[in-house]
């Protein structure tokens, strides 16, 4: 028993020391406070939740700043991307016009000589009618003077050769050509790419440039307009002696502009005219 009555006297004695001593330590704290002024003891209590909401305020008031910032900036590009959208666009339109003003004098394709293509043809002006000149004894096929008065020296040169060369086909209007694509393709009952690859759109045949002709062989008619041609002595004679009278080969094999292969089609590159026709139009130089 003695021992219990002494536990519990040690913890009474425990826990009287244990209130004299906070009442020491309260009267300790009691002092304490005084000293430090006011202003010291709340700062460490009320100042981080001041700083804390307005730093929030602050944040908050930045990023909606910045996304406001944000939104008018985009919008400012979305705006100005326009603008140089169809500014470029007015412009493009602007360049595609002006080189080619409308000349009440020639048709609108004659007056445009451009890199336009269509279905892998270029577009080509039409020989103006006073530019034209028979090259056959019955005045049917025409081709610009230059062109003609070079097709004809060929054609004697290659006479004295042996060689019959005979045109099936020169200058064609464009209402012939226009005859040509459109009544040849309903027809056959093509569509528009396949027709163009045997025959030119209107306003895309070199044959309404007045430079170009197709020719046969005098003696084997049968290969007129036919791959078949190229097997003649007259494409054989041509193949070697064309270029000397300024001819070349409009529609070779494998031709970049996917045109069937013609070897019976020639066009006149011999002056400065008909070279600028078929090549400023491709951009080669
Ligand atoms: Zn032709």
New binding site residues.
């Given amino acids: 028993m003695l021992p219990v009555k002494q536990a519990l006297n040690r913890a009474g004695v425990k826990r009287l020391d244990k209130v004299s001593a906070p009442d020491n330590s309260s009267n300790v704290t009691k002092h304490l406070p005084d000293d430090i002024p006011v202003a010291l003891r709340d700062s460490p209590s009320v100042a981080p939740a001041t700083v804390d909401r307005s730093m929030l305020v602050a944040g908050l008031t930045t990023l909606g700043a910045i996304a406001l910032a944000a939104v008018i900036l985009v919008a400012v590009q979305l705006q100005r991307s326009q603008q140089a959208q169809s500014n470029s666009a007015a412009i493009a339109a602007n360049s595609a016009q002006s080189p080619t003003p409308p000349n009440p004098t020639t048709s609108p394709t004659a007056a445009s000589v451009n890199a336009d293509i269509m279905l892998g043809h270029f577009r080509y002006p039409e020989a103006p009618l006073a530019e034209l000149t028979p090259i056959a004894s019955d005045g049917s096929l025409k081709l610009r003077k230059s062109a003609a008065k070079a097709y004809q020296e060929m054609q004697s040169a290659a006479q004295q050769e042996g060689v019959s060369l005979v045109p099936l ?1 020169g200058f064609r209007t464009l209402t012939d050509q226009d005859y040509l694509f459109f009544g040849k393709k309903a027809e056959r009952g093509q569509v528009a790419a396949e027709r163009a690859k045997v025959s030119a759109p209107p306003g895309y045949s ?2 309404h440039t007045g430079y ?1 002709l ?1 020719i046969g062989d005098g003696a084997v008619p049968a290969t007129n307009l036919s791959p078949d041609f190229e097997n003649t002595p007259a494409y054989k004679w041509l193949k070697a002696n064309a270029p000397f009278h300024s001819f070349e080969l409009s529609f070779p094999k494998n031709n970049k502009q996917g045109v069937s292969y ?1 070897p019976w ?1 020639w066009r006149f590159v011999g002056d400065r005219a008909s070279l600028e026709t078929f090549y400023k139009a491709r951009g080669k130089k």
Avoid: M, N
Wanted: charged share 45%; net charge negative.
């Fill in positions: 086909s070199e044959h170009a197709d013609e089609h």
